[in-house]
């Protein structure tokens, strides 16, 4: 037995002293000490080791004791586990050896040996099982070490074309099975609005994920690096999974041509864009887009000819085509309802020729766009033909307590001007006082007639080749749009209201063809089933023109005028504009509401006695005492009747000599801040589309187009006042009121008027759409005039996803530099100051007050404007109560009709009987400035003479050859802008980011912490 340490501890050798325990009781060193010492093992602490103190019972002391006798024995069979897998281990190597050997011996491989077990056909299925894929992770081991750096490179060679022709393999029948899920194919669907809308590439990419498993995380890892952890990685997965779903796209798309629906959608986008030819096959070279030729061709035959007959084969139409087609029939279909309104305006456009040859030259082209939508909150029964004719025939004529505002009404209006004179205060006084936003926006005034917020689907009409600016040529816009529509064969075609809206011209037009047809035709040629609604977009271009002939001052007076809208133009250095020649209507508009604001702004000023805007707002305590300040600048400064007193007061002074009562440059400026205010207001009630806050300001535009020599427009607002009055009956008066504004969005405070969404289309047609080169043609605007919507939407769609609008859309601009100098040119000058100034000759005159001048045009004389028009609608009332004669709704009658509109010059109307005969008083009811001759725009005396008295062929001589009143033009996407303020010249549709989904978030591969940190290409 072999005598340890510890024992020899215990015995004495001869002449020495017994082992030391400690270092600190030293024993006396000797020969047999240091021998000792020699033969022990060192200490390992200089001091005290502590142990556990024995604490507690006897038992609690033997539990301890058991405790630890267990977790010692523990801690023996695991180590002898350890070694009893080792030999295992040791043992199982030599095993294998053994056998290698023995394999070697016997002339067989190994490689032989495992297609035996592999190889499906032996059979040994248990063995491959039980042996080898039971266990998981083991095959994953195996081909690691296959394709490990310690393996031979020729091993990793092998093994590697193996795995990249299986993972090729894989794909391709992934490819495979896409294409014949016919997913991404659009053989046999239809190109239409859903085809449109659906497209989403975040649908399409977790498709293709989910059925592509393989393809997808290979194409991921392809554009996955290490980097892709730090910062922003939610949206860098966004992006990343757009990119690999697009070149996913694209592969598939080349795998199978069939698979081409996002290459038609891209496609689709390109040409929503204006790229040109070029650009498109550019990308359809890449795989993006389909081709050019495949996107605008047309549908055709083939015909081939064997010898024995003739084959015929249909090609399919190209994108737009199908589109095209498709969007029509939806059209049809909204129509098909006969609760619908079309709204149609001229399109202007040049045709250039590539070069100047014989038969090609540039060609001045006018055609007709049209769009209908459905009418919101009408029904059928309300809508009836025979109800709009009694109620015709009963209502009482205009008078002019219809026209002027009563005291509720004043009421309204004054509260509806001071809320606009607030929402500039907070808008525009700096930050200061955007403390009162919310009290701004919870007091705005709110009438019955408020339409309720919802989104205006619009379905455009093919283009036409008809100049609309003639009567007859109205005509045959209605014909063309009901025949596009097919909607004459239904069933409630004879008695329901049919509703066409327009601008200005558009209806003047539209009642010239019922004015000269009532008494003489009925039924669908008669035109008394239509309901004309007015655009206000025309009507606001109309005020703006006024408002700056009105305004505009004495040009090149400098300080002798400071009031006045030429000497602001002058301030902010901005381009010259004469009257003799306006800009387009957005300068002058944007002009014209700088103005304002800086007014209302430096009257703030005044009214609360401060002399910054800071030290304004800082002083305000509460939304009431900013209320009252708003109330005292309406009160002192935008009131007429202060206006009035001054003028009389100074008229009434002179001669008397000393200082004359009043301040014209004062006056001025006040009558420009009321007119101003009212415009504002104006454009403030459309984008609320609050229809009673609407109908409010017409009144008084009413008096303003007389006063400041806008008189069609002045006349057409007696014709809307007094059918909104009386002439119409309730239920269409309030389908008009809820339907003459549109809200292509169906957010709140994005209304636009019908006919700005019309010229706004016109826009986007003729700039955007139209074809170039000698492709150019009504044939091809007919086809791409009804895609504009779902174009637009789609380019919409596509930037929403993949990017932000670099285009038409850009944030409002910053006023407050423009702002600033024009009130401190207002308190320089002290416009808004009472100081006895009176202009000298040539220096400026006394602006008139529009609003009064109108009514005094109204009402002074015997003969006035209100007077004729009542007497033209008293003898109309009498005309229409004849019996016509043609008045069938049959279709004989129609197609005679619409044969008749064709060619009016060849076909006269019949000679009118006794019975019929028309009273010799008649005259046509049409404003004098209106083209109301007859249908083809001419006199056409030889025609009409035998049914016309010599008064009615005098208004038809008197009116016909009049020239349109002057207009501000409408140049460029800033002048048709649905929204003016917000500083976006396009549609505006609502539309997830992508890139701010966190759905996407992981979308990264399942091994990236196996990365390295190689860059972020």
Known sequence: MLTTPTRRRHNSLPGSSPIPTSPIQPSPAGPSTVAMSLTLPPLSSDGIIPTSPLVGSREERKAHAIEKGRRKRIATMADKKVA??????VNKLALFDEILGDLSSQGVSFGELMLYVFDPAQGNGSVRWDGFFKHEGLATQVLDHWVSNKNSVTAREEVGAWAEAYIAERMREEARGITESKTLQTGDAAID??????????????????????????????????????????????????????????LLGEFSHKNNFSRRIMGLYLYATGAQRQTISVMSHLGISESYQNLTHKPRVMINRPKIEKLQRNIKPGTLQELSGSMRDFARVVASTGLFAASYDNINLVFRAAEQVMGRTDSQENGTCATIFPLWKAAAENMKIADLDSAFDSAPPLSMDDILLTAAETEVMDKCLRHCILRIIVDHGGEHFKKFCDNVDGSLPVTADKIETHKTPLHALPAWNIDQSTIIANAEVADAIYTELEVRGLGHWKWIVKILCGDQLTIARLRSLLNIRAGHEGGYSGFGWGV???????????????????????????????????????QLHRSPILLTSLPPFRVCRDLVFVSLYSRILHCLLLVSGKKSLAECAESIKSFAELESYAALIHTKYANAELVSKLRWDRQMAQGTGGVPPGDEIFENASLLLRDALISREFTDSIKAGDSGRIVLVLKLLALSFRGNGRSKYAYEMLHLIHNLTHVWPKPIRDIVLNNWLVNPTGNPFSWVEVDLMQEHMNFWIKTIYHAHGSAASWEWLGMVAPCVTALRHLSTSIINILGSDQGTKHAPPDLSTDIELLMNSLTEHEVYQIKGRVFAEGDGSPTPDVITVGIQQLTDSASNPLTEYNAAFLKLQARRRLRPLVSSWSDTDIAAAAANISSPSTTLPPAPSAATAIPSNDVVMSEPDEDSGSENGSQGSADWGADLDAELLTAFERTVDEADEATLTRNNADDVALDMDGGDSGFVFAGADLYDDPELAGFLPDDMENLDNGDDY
């Open 84 to 89: 009893s897998a080792e030999e295992s281990e």
């Open 193 to 250: 609005h859903d085809y449109i809308t659906n497209f989403s590439m975040r649908s399409i990419g977790t498709y293709i994920g989910n059925t592509a498993r393989v393809s997808m995380k290979m194409l991921a890892a392809f554009a996955t690096s290490a980097r892709n952890f730090k910062a922003n990685v939610a949206q860098r997965a966004a992006k990343r999974f757009t990119i690999v779903t697009s070149a996913a796209l694209s």
């Open 532 to 570: 004309w609604m007015p655009g206000l977009f025309h009507g606001k271009i109309a005020d703006m023109h006024g408002f700056f002939v009105t305004h505009w001052g004495v040009p090149h007076r400098g300080t002798r005028n400071p009031g006045s809208l030429f000497f602001h133009n002058t």
